[in-house]
């Protein structure tokens, strides 16, 4: 079997995967993240199955790697299937900011991780060199074995367009039992309206609904924060390094979060860095 066919996998419009050198010696010459972290999977997920697997979400470091570093050493302490990062890997979407994350992963060892990209990738920078270094923009996951289907999403620009909404709705429609959609902005919603997205939002909302996904996992405001939105959970978890700030809403704190699905039950828990490492440590 060929690294890549053992999981069906959807790439969105416009995502492409380039070759290139990877500065990582761990990596394949052309590999991308998203690329070597297939590989990884195919090789892990037969310690799962349907009665568990747990996977990790966090996003957000923006360049910081003491407080990315703890955030991946508490991911692996607890063996995930993968890690999903939900965005700001970069400050700028600089290459030399690419390398420095890529280096940083490192540290996960044999778990994979799947990235997302978020709008400070564009800052300065083209999504061309997010995809060469980290993946493709619009992509699904399913895993058949575990019924397990994540979709991600590209919505740095702050905005879902309607050929994102059919490509959700079209991944979403064959019914998986676990279904999980990841972008990095939340949406437009009650007390979230501020920093989060609000063009193709509604959609979004509608289609995750119809679809009863079991959770939305966003990134891009630095806190935790849990919705339950027209029937699905919807969760903010934005502390893997970037400064943190304090809003009217949500748990202000690095912070990642851990997900288990036992026997298809959906279980999410925030964990809060300060409880696992010394405060001052992560601040200095
Ligand atoms: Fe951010």
Known sequence: ??????????FGLFTSVALFEFPNKLFAQE????LRSLELLNNRDKFFGRDYFSFIVMGDSH???KVLKKAFELARSYDPMFVLFTGDMTNDGYEFEYKDFLNMCNILKDVPIFPIIGNHEIRNSTKALYERYMGP???TISIDKLDLKLVCIDNSEGIVRKDQHY?????????CKIQFVAMHEPPSYEDWWIHSYYKGNKEVIDIVSKHQVNAVF???IHLY???VIKGVNYYISGGAGGRIYALNFGDPSYNILRVKVTKGVVSVEELQLRNFFDADKLLT
């Open 1 to 10: 079997m060929k690294r890549r066919d053992f999981i069906r996998l959807t």
């Open 31 to 34: 590999d991308n993240l998203y």
């Open 63 to 65: 360049k910081n790697d």
């Open 137 to 139: 923009l619009n992509y």
């Open 167 to 175: 490509f959700l709705d079209k991944e979403l429609t064959d019914g």
């Open 218 to 220: 966003q990134g891009h």
């Open 225 to 227: 924060d849990h919705k």
